[in-house]
């Protein structure tokens, strides 16, 4: 069993930044080194899609919509997956979900809210 918790939305203005964190309870072996992470985004009325993921050796793959604005990074010491939004533009405010898939499930964390308005 997994769980992933997520914090650190809130409301910024255009422009902004804002930092995603996303903690993780499983074995260190398995985070560090097998897990697949990523941040995925719901807005009203749309259907969710990925924003970013990090898999085992750094690599990172993101949504054209974000390229070069996102960053995604995990620290592995602390089994938390990290998301830094910066240029933070309107269209980004939606709910953020922190997810894995494994052998046995997906996992899901409860979201976090990002709203990016003046």
């Known amino acids: 069993q997994v769980q992933l918790a997520e914090s650190g939305g809130g409301l910024v203005q255009p422009g902004g930044s804002l930092r995603l964190s996303c903690t993780v309870s499983?074995?260190?072996?398995?985070?560090?080194?097998?897990?697949?992470l990523r941040w995925y985004r719901q807005a009203p009325g749309k259907q969710r899609e990925l924003v970013a993921s990090?898999?085992?050796?750094?690599?990172?793959n993101y949504a054209d919509s974000v390229k070069g604005r996102f960053t995604i990074s995990k620290d592995n010491a602390k089994k938390t997956v990290l998301l830094q939004m910066d240029s933070l533009k309107p269209e980004d405010t939606a709910v953020y979900y922190c997810?894995?898939?494994?052998?046995?499930?997906?996992?899901w964390g409860q979201g976090t809210q990002v709203t990016v308005s003046s």
């Open positions: 990090i898999g085992p050796g750094q690599i990172t």
């Open positions: 997810n894995t898939i494994t052998a046995q499930n997906t996992y």
């Open positions: 499983a074995n260190i072996f398995s985070f560090a080194n097998v897990m697949r």
